[in-house]
Structures are given as structure tokens and as C-alpha cells.
């Protein structure tokens, strides 16, 4: 490994170097370090510093000096090749691709504190408990059967005694929240499978509903509480609904390129 650190380093000035006196600051393996490549890099490390970290221009060269080397050691092992890097590769250039082509449309997303109050009204946000018997991933019939039985039977005791829901949770729920007595906290909707917030939906505190099934098993749940519009997390909720709207950007985006690209699905095949 060949590495030449040039007196460059000595400027202080960050200005960007015009081509013409674009010198090289350092050479790696034969590949040079130019000064608009260093002075970009170290600017971007700037925006990006965190805590007592120092950011220099000689330790952002050494950064891409670090990267030259562990490039270049990637590419003799053959890495590039791999099917896992290659795979992650594509995902990149995937989500890069769209960036591009969106990114003026996306800018343009807003999302007022109305919208927010108007969404929250169609999809308010509750604290739940639940009681879960898990099926397997691929559940055969008597999987279910059984799974669906014993919570029926549980279901019906815990009626009798609502106040009584934690122990029943603690004794007999497969979820990691059983030793919290099932405790699932506040949830907005997003976090949760449609046919759990359904379920729920529109209860009021201390109504126990199910057995329902979602693709993780069968539930029994407890409302525990409702939150007001005044208590819920607004920069949470502008961030649901920017997502909604970006997601329809996108979609709408995918299906003008389906349109143009040639698509064979084998509907026989997806069983």
C-alpha cells in the first residue's frame, strides 16, 4: 500500500477548489484523494457530528482513507459478488431511484395541525391489555381448533372477573407482556394489526373483547383508557400522515412504471 499525505492538509480555508487548482491531497492504492472530494466528505462529517467528537480535515481524510483500503479489500475478497451485498447493493440504488425522482413532490408534503385533529378523531388512541395464545406461523386446523378453544374458555372466566385480568394474563398469555400483566401501554394504530385496533375501536375503558385472531394467534383484550386529542404526541401523528401521503406518492409512482415495464405474475404459483 502506497499512501502520499501532500502539505494540503496545511489549509485552512475551506472554500471549495476550483478544477483547475484541484490538487491532490493524498494517494491510496493508486486512487487519489482530491481536494473538492476531501472538503465535501469533511463538511458532510461536520453536519453529522455528535457529543465531544472532533471532526478534522486530517481525520476526515483518514476516513476516506480508511475507505479506500476497506473498499479495496472488499473488491479482492469479492465481495461485490456476494448475493447478500449485492442484494443490499440493489436495495440502495432501489430507494436512491426514488429519492430522485420524488424528491420534488415529497418536499412539497404538509400536514397541518387540522388534519391531525381530524385523523385523531377517526383513529383515536387506547392503552389495551391482552391475553394471547399464539399459533404457529403455519397453523394446521387443530392448531386453531385448540388455540381458539382454551381462549374461549378463558374468556369466559375473565368476564365474570374483569378485575381479575392481570392474573389471567400472568397465567395464561404467550405474549412478552404477560408478566406485565398484558400491558400493551398506548398504541396508535400504526403499531397495531388491523383486525386488533378494529376490535378495540370504539370501546369504552374496562370493556373486555375477543377471541379475535390476528397472524399472531388468538386475543382476549382489556381497554384500559383512551387518550384525549389534548394528550396525544402531535409530531407523532404529523409523521403518520406524512408517511399516508408519501406512501401515495409512491404507489402512484410504481404503477405508472408497471405500466410501461412487461409483468408476468403466476397467481398458481404463490400457493
Known amino acids: ?13 475551506l472554500s471549495f477548489a476550483n478544477e483547475k487548482n484541484d490538487s491532490v491531497v493524498a494517494i491510496v492504492n493508486g486512487k487519489k484523494i482530491k481536494q473538492s472530494t476531501l472538503y465535501k466528505y469533511h463538511q458532510d462529517n461536520l453536519k453529522f457530528v455528535r457529543g ?28 461485490h459478488k456476494d448475493p447478500v451485498v449485492v442484494n443490499k447493493m440493489n436495495d440502495i440504488l432501489y430507494h436512491a431511484q426514488i429519492s430522485k425522482d420524488l424528491e420534488g413532490e415529497l418536499k412539497k408534503i404538509k400536514v397541518s395541525d387540522k388534519e391531525v385533529k381530524q385523523y385523531y378523531k377517526n383513529h383515536p388512541e387506547y392503552r389495551t391489555a391482552h391475553i394471547l395464545f399464539r399459533l404457529p ?21 375473565v368476564v365474570k ?84 401521503k408519501r406512501d401515495k406518492i409512491v404507489g402512484n409512482y410504481f404503477d405508472n412504471l408497471k405500466k410501461k415495464a412487461k409483468i408476468k405474475v403466476f397467481k398458481k404459483n404463490l400457493k
Do not use: W
Open 1 to 13: 500500500m502506497r499512501i502520499l499525505i501532500t502539505a494540503c492538509l496545511l489549509f485552512a480555508n
Open 52 to 79: 465531544q467528537k472532533k471532526v478534522t480535515l486530517e481525520s476526515s481524510l483518514d476516513d476516506l482513507i480508511n475507505r479506500i483500503i476497506g473498499i479495496d479489500r472488499a473488491r479482492s475478497n469479492k465481495l
Open 137 to 157: 406461523a403455519i397453523p394446521t386446523e387443530e392448531d386453531v381448533k385448540k388455540s381458539y378453544e382454551k381462549a374461549v374458555k378463558v374468556h369466559s372466566e
Open 161 to 244: 372477573k374483569p378485575d381479575t385480568f392481570v392474573d389471567y394474563a400472568l397465567r395464561y398469555s404467550q405474549s412478552s407482556t404477560a408478566v406485565d400483566g398484558g400491558d400493551l401501554g398506548y398504541l396508535p394504530h400504526t403499531r397495531l394489526s388491523p383486525e386488533f385496533y378494529e376490535n378495540i375501536k370504539g370501546k369504552k375503558k374496562d370493556t373486555i373483547v375477543g377471541p379475535f385472531r390476528t397472524q399472531y394467534g388468538f386475543h382476549i383484550v382489556k381497554i384500559l383508557g383512551e387518550k384525549t386529542a389534548e394528550q396525544i404526541n402531535t409530531d407523532m401523528y404529523k409523521k403518520i400522515i406524512y408517511d399516508i
